[in-house]
């Protein structure tokens, strides 16, 4: 049973935390370009601004499924009989801390870019188009909230490496484990 229980919880570690650490890692690139793409009112703002819901969706569901990946972590841990071993108790704070970064800083950052976002396009539909003269034609400046939106995406980008990180420390702490009789 102990098999089970370990092949289960990799599985489930490889089949829902992967997906989060890439789309989390993709989001804030993608934002910056939904935001430039929105500032100069470009006709791919609409699918920048679906990519980056996909994204979003795809993180939210996955850490959803990742719930899976503690729960069996600690059945696994209880029928090898480890509970109370150093590394796992170590781990078991890194997993938590990654989980908190997840659901309290990126998942509500990503929904904030996403309504700020939508708001400067709701506001950009609704200003009238400027009547344009004979000369240059002005280029796109930088659109309202451009610096809150790039502080946005420098933030997520730099919470999704702190929770990039601490599952990377989890996964070394998983298949190292410190101080074990196993010889590995």
């Known amino acids: 049973m102990t098999k089970l229980f370990l092949s289960l919880h990799v599985l489930a570690a490889v089949l829902a935390i992967g997906p989060v650490a890439v789309a989390a890692s993709m989001f804030p690139a993608a934002l910056r370009r939904a935001h430039g793409a929105s500032a100069a009112g470009a ?16 993180c939210r569901v996955y850490a959803a499924v990742g719930t899976a990946v503690p729960v069996l972590g600690f059945v696994t841990a209880d029928s090898l009989g480890v509970l109370g071993s150093g590394w796992l108790i170590v781990s078991i704070v890194l997993t938590t801390a990654a989980a908190a970064v997840l659901a309290l800083l990126i998942l509500p950052g990503q ?58 420390t989890v996964t070394v702490l998983m298949i190292i484990r410190p101080g074990s009789t196993t010889g590995a």
């Open 111 to 168: 929904d904030a870019a996403l309504i700020a976002l939508q708001e400067q396009e709701q506001e950009q539909e609704q200003e009238p188009e400027p009547e344009r003269g004979p000369g240059p034609v002005p280029g796109p400046g930088p659109g309202p909230g451009s610096g809150h939106a790039a502080r946005s995406a420098a933030r997520l980008a730099m919470l999704t490496g702190v929770f990039n990180l601490l599952w990377a």
């Open 43 to 58: 006709p791919g703002d609409r699918d920048a601004l679906a990519n980056l819901r996909m994204l979003h969706r795809v």
